[in-house]
């Protein structure tokens, strides 16, 4: 059973250039998620799907950044016109379909570590 | 506002010492979930454990302890005898408001840094 897989595992960008990130989670599960965390810090929400429909988006996510699930399989996080202060590693997690309301157990990809010079 | 509060930045210990990791939580809700993940330098963070807010009972799995203590808003890890294996950085997290469908939204604390020596 593959776990969460997250590609590139590192981008070196050039501030104002376009990045775009994949995330494959779990087969079979329906929800995903993106996290950001900066050096010393801990995850913070992004955003957040049910198969294909974008359920939630943080503040955090300015009209910058766009993330996809066309087919509710594998996602996509695209950040445009990218900052220095876009530099973070971007994770994704994925969980199964479950009974239970929030509070389920996630498993994460090993992310990407994005640095815009 | 909900917060997570792990005020041990980094904590150092040698081998087969017992170490406890402290987690001061905030939130308004009644009902919400607490847990810890482990991050290994590789980076993908581990699930460790999940506790509801309407569990109060210790839980111990090998090596590993919990103490939830709702009076104190507390969640504290204890690791007995610890190993360099344990290495790794160790993240305490609350559920967000607890509205169905909103699934593993979560605050994290900034983390505490176990290094253990052999």
């Known amino acids: 059973d593959t776990g969460v897989s997250q590609d590139p595992r590192h981008k070196i960008t050039k501030r104002g250039q376009n990045v775009t990130f994949r995330c494959d989670p779990i087969?079979?599960?329906?929800?995903l998620y993106w996290y950001r965390q900066t050096l010393g810090q801990g995850p913070e929400f992004l955003t957040y799907?049910?198969?294909?429909?974008?359920?939630?988006k943080s503040r955090l996510l300015s009209d910058r950044f766009s993330a996809e699930r066309p087919k509710g399989s594998f996602s996509t996080l695209e950040i445009q016109r990218t900052e220095q202060g876009d530099s973070a590693m971007y994770l994704c997690?994925?969980?199964?379909?479950?009974?239970?309301?929030?509070?389920?157990?996630?498993?994460f990809g090993s992310g990407t570590q994005l640095s815009v010079l | 506002a909900q917060k997570v509060t792990q005020a041990q930045t980094e904590i150092s210990v040698v081998e087969k010492e017992d170490v406890t990791l402290d987690c001061v939580y905030e939130?308004?809700?009644?009902?919400?979930?607490l847990f810890w993940y482990k991050q290994p330098p590789s980076g993908e963070l581990v699930f460790l454990i999940r506790?509801?807010?309407?569990?109060?009972q210790n839980e111990i799995s090998g090596r590993y302890s919990w103490n939830f203590q709702k009076s104190t808003s507390s969640f504290n890890f204890t690791i007995t005898a610890s190993q360099v294996v344990d290495s790794a950085v160790y993240f305490c997290?609350?559920?967000?408001?607890?509205?169905?469908?909103?699934?593993?939204?979560?605050?994290f604390g900034q983390g505490t840094e176990l290094s253990v020596k052999p």
């Open positions: 997690a994925s969980s199964p379909p479950t009974r239970e309301g929030p509070g389920e157990k996630l498993f």
């Open positions: 087969s079979e599960h329906n929800r």
């Open positions: 799907f049910q198969n294909e429909a974008q359920l939630e």
């Open positions: 939130t308004r809700d009644t009902t919400y979930y």
């Open positions: 506790r509801n807010s309407f569990d109060e």
């Open positions: 997290a609350l559920s967000e408001s607890m509205i169905y469908n909103q699934g593993g939204k979560l605050i």
